[in-house]
């Protein structure tokens, strides 16, 4: 709003948004410059005639003539919260990780296609991994070991070398004697191999990175374009092999039977669901806010995005059929509260209450990195804001 | 994208009751001018000023392109055909409640084609017009709260029909409107149809001293006790090119009335026609809502056209 008072010819312009003070100031320049003193308030009337720039609730009674339109908000009770868990397959993810704390470790595993079965004549064989920058990485050492089986970048898990097959040992089969050593500090890792080394991870069938120390390390895939390589120095030119097939795989800590957990990596989700109110019976939802506490968080990155999605069937197993994402939220890492406009899944369940199955809160994307949030038991609402349609005419 | 659309469409706050604002008042199905042949053409934008408790809030509308025909075919004989809105269903509104916030929207009308006969009997002329009215109208009703929105929407689609007849004589006119319905389906919903209004008009022309008057008693009548039967009246008075009326136009929908002062002036194009710019201001009124419509309306009419032709 803004008012415009010129005291001289005690005209008032009280007009609906900034931009008539300014016309209004513009013209009264103008009047001051060319001596238009009569036709200024005709100047001004015509503005205001002929430009519309406001969206006061002016007739808005006229509205309600086609219904109440007056929101009433309720607070639906909860039903029951669980947490559920799988072990579910990294090789899409856009980062690599290895490291280890008390509950968790994360090994990453590459292979690579070479051209030629043996090179003559290098000058240089380096193994080249880039840190992801959007995590806090820490400094660790880690060793490389060269793996005794294939395994399946889409398929493999901390205890599946593939959909149909174990590893002989969980975490992977893999020479015990290291080929390399190293510690995961700046930018990009480098370590160089020999020849004999050269040779050894060409007969193998990949390589895996475990962590020697506590604290995590994010690298980048091939899926996020920047994909681990080795390269081949020869006279000056460097032949880059990128590569093949990379995947990380994690083991975590079983969900705790009355704690709710979020988590990536080592996947936990939240199902959640509340009980349909027919106080809402053939309203429309206008406002829908899923709300729930966080006490501790285990991330290595400053924030996390959290999505929601609803049930399509009632809750049976970790893999019951879901919709797609009908919310997405990004929370700073230590917020305590965390608030989620499912609006949309509001309205669905006023639609359909026979299909109000619940729906799954969980980190999204859900093997982006090793992370986990816990939240407060009971602390999950779901407050509504609905009004009664408008009636067709 | 919301400016361009409100200068697409047109409409009244009050066009968001009933099947909207009846564009159709005072409207006779009588020629204007005996026995030629004439194409008019009307653009007809509109200036809407809402005022409630010292606010003011002004909307610019723009209306589809009008346009009529009359061929004379035989002596005193003559065909017509055109195209009208009948019933504008647009309108632009906002509410704000506490937290909630919406948003109104409305854009369509019951448009009318129409086409007729008249005969002219000595001093008399008879008229008759069939219409089939047509249209489709949506309504978005965007609603905001705590910075999340939703959208909810209506689509209507219009079929129907209407009839006209009239007798005029120098000095007095009858005129009946009838036998009109319309047939509104909405999305995903049954058909309504909905009986449109008898309307009868009256009209009186006596010259006082070198002012030839027009007066029109009109009155519609509505089945639907949902809505009023409002009585109109309307006076007119023309001199060279120069006319004036006034009017009192109580709206079928309860407590709307309105009341106008068309101002009109013809500009003769040798050999052609006329330009004809009409000035209507409009003031409608709802308890303590005004609303003020000023909207020029520019007519031309070209003249026996189909004369020259076979000249």
């Not at chain 1, 720039?53 to 219904?67: A, S």
């Not at chain 1, 959909?163 to 190293?182: H, K, V």
């Not at chain 2, 653009?43 to 009529?68: A, C, H, M, V």
């Not at chain 2, 004589?169 to 509104?184: L, N, P, Q």
Request: proline residues 4%; charged residues 20%.
């Amino acid at each position: 709003m803004g008012n415009y008072r010129h005291g001289s010819d005690e005209c008032l312009a009280r007009v609906s948004c900034d931009s008539w003070v300014w016309v209004y100031y513009k013209l009264d320049l103008l009047r001051n410059m060319v001596m238009i003193n009569a036709m200024n308030r005709y100047i001004v009337l015509m503005c205001l005639l002929l430009v519309a720039c406001n969206e006061l609730p002016i007739g808005d009674d006229e509205l309600r003539v086609r219904g109440d339109l007056e929101p009433q908000f309720l607070e639906l009770s909860r039903f029951s919260t669980f947490t559920e868990h799988k072990e579910v397959n990294a090789g899409t993810a856009q980062n690599l990780v290895f490291g280890m704390n008390e509950e968790y470790e994360a090994r990453s595993m590459l292979s690579f296609e070479f051209a030629d079965s043996s090179y003559q004549g290098l000058d240089e064989i380096k193994l080249v991994l880039i840190h992801s920058s959007e995590f806090n990485n820490d400094t660790i050492a880690f060793s490389i070991h060269l793996m005794d089986e294939q395994f399946s970048e889409t398929e493999a898990t901390w205890t599946d070398r593939s959909i149909d097959e174990l590893w002989q040992t969980p975490g992977g089969d893999f020479n015990s004697d290291s080929i390399r050593f190293g510690v995961a500090e700046a930018d990009s890792i480098v370590l160089y191999f020999n020849y004999l080394e050269l040779a050894q991870i060409q007969a193998a069938d990949g390589m895996i990175i475990i962590p020697r120390d506590t604290g995590f390390c994010y690298l980048s895939s091939k899926e996020a374009g920047r994909a681990a390589r080795i390269e081949l120095k020869k006279n000056d030119v460097t032949i880059p092999i990128l590569a093949e097939t990379d995947c990380y795989i994690v083991n975590g800590p079983e969900p705790v039977l009355l704690e709710d957990w979020i988590g990536a990596g080592w996947i936990f989700r939240d199902f959640v669901r509340f009980n349909y109110d027919t106080l809402l019976d053939s309203s429309m939802a206008v406002y829908a806010e899923l709300s729930f506490r966080c006490s501790e968080y285990f991330a290595s990155r400053d924030s996390i995005e959290i999505g929601v999605r609803q049930l399509l069937e009632p809750f049976s197993t970790f893999d019951t059929p879901t919709g797609p994402l009908i919310a997405l939220e990004r929370v700073g890492v230590g917020d305590t509260l965390v608030k989620i406009d499912i609006v949309k899944h509001a309205q669905r369940m006023i639609e359909h209450p026979d299909s109000n199955f619940g729906f799954y809160i969980a980190i999204s994307p859900q093997n982006y990195d090793v992370s986990r949030i816990k939240l407060v038991r009971g602390s999950h609402r779901l407050n509504i804001g609905y009004v009664l349609p408008p009636q067709p005419r | 994208m919301s400016i361009l659309i409100a200068l697409l469409v047109n409409g009244s706050v009050f066009s968001v009751d009933g099947i909207g604002r009846d564009l159709s008042t005072f409207r006779t199905p009588f020629l204007e001018t005996q026995g030629i042949g004439q194409i008019a053409f009307t653009l007809n934008p509109e200036y809407t000023l809402l005022s409630q408790g010292g606010d003011f809030r002004g909307i610019f509308w723009t209306n589809p392109l009008k346009l009529s025909i009359s061929i004379p075919v035989i002596s005193g004989f003559t065909v017509m055909a055109g195209n009208l809105e009948r019933f504008d269903q647009s309108y632009d509104i906002y509410l704000q409640d506490s937290t909630l916030r919406i948003h109104g929207l409305g854009e369509g009308a019951i448009e009318e084609v129409y086409a007729g006969v008249n005969k002219d009997i000595g001093p008399v002329s008879i008229v008759a017009t069939g219409s089939y009215l047509f249209g489709t109208a949506w309504e978005i009703w965007n609603y905001s709260i705590s910075g999340y929105t939703i959208i909810d929407t209506f689509l209507y689609h219009y079929r129907g029909r209407m009839f006209n007849c009239g007798l005029r004589h120098k000095i007095f006119s009858v005129a009946y409107e009838g036998f009109g319905e319309v047939r509104m389906v909405k999305l995903e919903e049954d058909t309504l149809t909905i009986d449109l209004p008898q309307r009868l008009s009256i009209g009186v022309y006596p010259k006082i001293g070198k002012w030839p008057l027009g007066i029109v008693y009109e009155h519609s009548l509505w089945n639907d006790t949902a809505y009023n039967s409002p009585h109109r009246f309307r006076i007119s008075a023309h001199r060279g090119v120069f006319g004036v009326a006034c009017y009192v136009s109580p709206w079928y929908i309860k407590d709307v009335t309105e009341y106008g002062l068309d101002i009109n002036y013809a500009i003769p194009l040798r050999n052609v026609g006329s330009a004809q710019l009409k000035m209507a201001f409009t003031m409608r009124q709802k308890d303590g809502l005004r609303e003020f419509q000023f909207a020029p309306k520019l007519t031309f009419l070209l003249n026996e056209l189909f004369t020259r032709r076979r000249k």
